[in-house]
């Protein structure tokens, strides 16, 4: 149980840690009038990615503990489940003229959420080598 909470913590401290970085970003002045514009906040797009993180690594997790050799499969099935869903979410802002700005904070926010789930998931295969 002990590890699993050091799991979540470690995903928490990087989305405070992204999220301030972000926040930083856009306290340039060209970027905050963007960023009033924006369809969906900042914190609704990292609350989003976080919850979709948690998710899939708790289920890669699961699944490690259980059938390690379905474990890649798993992660990268909920990750395409992920993609899809959160394609739909963020549907709107795609469609929106002049918004090049809230499409590329999505994207960049979305990769490095990934990036840290491959991170992970990757830890824990190595750990039952």
Not at 2 to 13: A, D, E, Q, T, V
Not at 34 to 48: K, V, Y
Not at 49 to 58: K, Q, T
Not at 69 to 93: E, H, L, Q, R, S
């Amino acid at each position: 149980m002990k590890n699993n909470f050091l799991f979540f913590k470690r995903i928490f401290f990087f989305t405070l840690s992204l999220y301030a970085l972000n926040r930083l970003v856009f306290l340039f002045p060209t970027l905050k009038q963007a960023e009033e514009q924006f369809h969906f906040t900042m914190s609704f797009l990292f609350l989003l990615f976080f919850v979709f993180s948690n998710l899939i690594l708790f289920l890669v997790k699961k699944v490690s503990e259980k059938s390690f050799d379905n474990t890649g499969m798993v992660f990268m099935m909920a990750t395409f489940v992920k993609t899809g869903a959160v394609y739909f979410i963020i549907k709107p802002i795609l469609s929106l003229p002049n918004n090049q700005i809230e499409r590329t904070n999505c994207l960049i926010v979305f990769m490095c959420f990934l990036v840290i789930e491959t991170i992970i998931t990757i830890g824990i295969l190595n750990k039952k080598q």
